[in-house]
């Protein structure tokens, strides 16, 4: 059965940093991406950023390029999304998700982790 969980979401003041985690278990994901998401209330989800395997190809959101950044251990079967210069706009529940390379749709999804950002 595989599984993500997601973890360090919190309460943050502005200006301040989080970093998530998303452990991933159940399955090999060597020819998995990993994404991050987020879902503010009232708001549809939005991709936030996302890595390969290998970490060649990396996506991030034009709203967090340059605050947030997206790393992977893949011996640990973990990838994580570190969130600097936190805005209160960046408030939402943060969900973890894998697909495969050549899919366009992810098949996992973690149960997300809650940031607020307060101002």
């Known amino acids: 059965q595989v599984q993500l969980v997601e973890s360090g979401g919190g309460l943050v003041q502005a200006g301040g940093s989080l970093r998530l985690s998303c452990a991933a278990s159940?399955?090999?994901?060597?020819?998995?991406?990993m994404g991050w998401f987020r879902q503010a209330p009232g708001k549809e989800r939005e991709s936030v950023a996302a890595?390969?395997?290998?970490?060649?190809?990396?996506y991030y959101a034009d709203s967090v390029k340059g605050r947030f950044t997206i790393s992977r251990d893949n011996a640990k079967n973990t990838v994580y999304l570190q969130m600097n210069s936190l805005k209160p706009e960046d408030t939402a529940v943060y969900y973890c998700?894998?697909?495969?390379?050549?899919?366009?749709?992810?098949?996992?999804w973690g149960q997300g982790t809650q940031v607020t950002v307060s101002s």
């Open positions: 998700a894998a697909r495969r390379t050549e899919a366009q749709k992810y098949d996992y």
């Open positions: 159940g399955r090999t994901f060597s020819s998995y991406v």
């Open positions: 890595i390969t395997w290998s970490g060649a190809w990396i």
